[in-house]
């Protein structure tokens, strides 16, 4: 098992309108896996699958070569977890929680801790409850840190903060995976900023999952593409059609959204009588947007 | 699993260190006023039934200390948990029957100073008063049945804060059942008395909360 998380065929429901099927998302070790997906996509409950707080209908859960529900003692104390939203008791000061945290992880790092409290100019006697959101992210990074855990889970961690605490927290993260050669699961619907750090992507939205891909793959293999005298069905195409539609009314061709693009498939379209204009890079955003777009409309058409 | 432990009560000290320490000041207080001006050396053997009195009516504050304490200690060891829908505490690396168990024992321990509290008051209280004759002191015993009653409060609001809402619904609907049919059982003129019932099953002998019920004598004859 090569995989720091491997989901097969996971089923889940959450009341009448919500549920992810057939999921299956394979982390390999050592990852950094940006999991993106828009707000109710199904990315934290996703999370909370993996961490065994909530129980699937069916399917398999692996983590870290053990099985999630039924070893989460085990899995849990190999893990650093930071959820959306604080946690953590409000009337404990900064240095109580490191303390109680402590108790809770045998390979807990002191010496970790006190760095990054030092790093993160964080008072030790101030309450947690009257910790700035900023603080309060960078404390609970802190305790993901300080657990030498071998996976990360973070949900959302450093979305409504400033950039300056953005970049501290990520920072710390990049400093943690290249010392302990961790993986790092990371949810996000900040795109660019998955896009600096991680080198896995997944994309996730109403329960499902649209795609999984290594990043240079992803951002290298989605591309808009103007073509000219395109047919109007086209045969086992090597790349995969996200999007398909006119351009300027059609006099200037269609704009293709494709993935999987390769540089030299531009041969395809003369072997069946169009002819690309232009291939146009898109960054991830667009890429993503494009992605979420071509499942909606495949959805809707179903 | 004694860092665990450590840990849990630290937290749950600070929670709940102002119900202690009050629980412990009416736990001590309690049986010293009890016996306050009722026991002089100078009173007679005709003074026993006025001192008896006396502590009765002082007892019945020792269930209700027991019950206000085990109700509030119970609230206090979820109540973190419960603002923080339980993330912190399920997401740490140990069974979930065990973490239960630590917060348990943890409200146990710090309820030892109230019970303490009435040892050491009621004790105090028996050497400094001079009793009639014919009348003993049993402040062990009554210390016993003040651990035994605030162990008993406890477990059950441990258990029921504990849950979460819906099972806190279920609770209130049962009770309304209850008295919806108690009502309607009188309007129709049945010989239905559910509240009896339920009295007699839980608080006479051997129901679970007898030890709240009867006479707390710190003297008795």
Known sequence: ?302 | MRAMFRAVLHSQWKWSRLIVVLGTVAAFAIPLLSLQGAARADRGALQAPELLRAVQSWGTLYPLLATALGLLMAIAAWAPDHRGRHIHALTLPLARWRYVLLRFGAGFVLLAAPIAGVLIGSSLAVLAATLPPGLQAYPIALAMRFAFAVSVAYAVFFAVSAGTARTAGIILAVIAALILVQVVASMANLNLDLFGAAQTALLLGPGPLAVFAGRWMLVDV
């Open chain 1, 1 to 302: 098992m090569n995989d720091a998380i491997h989901i097969e065929r996971l089923h889940y429901r959450a009341g009448k309108n919500f549920a992810i099927k057939e999921l299956d998302l394979h982390v390999p070790t050592g990852a950094i896996y940006g999991f993106l997906g828009p707000n109710g996509s199904g990315k934290t409950t996703t999370i909370r699958l993996i961490l065994g707080l909530l129980r699937p209908l069916s399917g398999r859960i692996t983590v870290l070569g053990l099985p999630m529900p039924e070893q989460h003692a085990r899995i849990l104390g190999q893990i650093g977890y930071v959820p959306e939203q604080p946690h953590l008791d409000t009337t404990l000061t900064v240095r109580e929680l490191i303390d109680f945290q402590a108790a809770f992880y045998p390979r807990w790092d002191r010496a970790r801790a006190a760095e990054l409290i030092k790093r993160f100019e964080l008072d030790g006697e101030h309450l947690f409850g009257r910790l700035s959101k900023g603080q309060k992210a960078k404390l609970m990074i802190l305790l993901a840190l300080s657990q030498c855990g071998d996976l990360l889970v973070l949900d959302e961690p450093t979305d409504g903060l400033d950039p300056v605490v953005r970049r501290d927290i990520l920072s710390a993260l990049i400093t943690y995976v290249s010392e302990r050669g961790a993986t790092i699961f990371i949810s996000s619907h900040l795109v660019h900023e998955l896009e600096r750090v991680c080198d896995w992507i997944a994309v996730m939205d109403d329960g499902r999952l649209i795609t999984e891909a290594p990043m240079e793959k992803l951002k290298h293999g989605t591309k808009r593409l103007v073509v000219m005298g395109a047919p109007a069905e086209i045969v086992n195409p090597p790349f995969r059609v996200l999007t398909r539609e006119s351009a300027n009314g059609g006099g200037a061709g269609e704009n293709w959204v494709v993935g999987d693009w390769e540089p030299g498939m531009t041969s395809y379209f003369e072997g069946v009588g169009a002819s690309v204009r232009e291939v146009i890079d898109l960054d991830l955003e667009e890429g993503f947007v494009e992605l979420l777009r071509s499942f909606r409309e495949g959805r809707s058409r179903r």
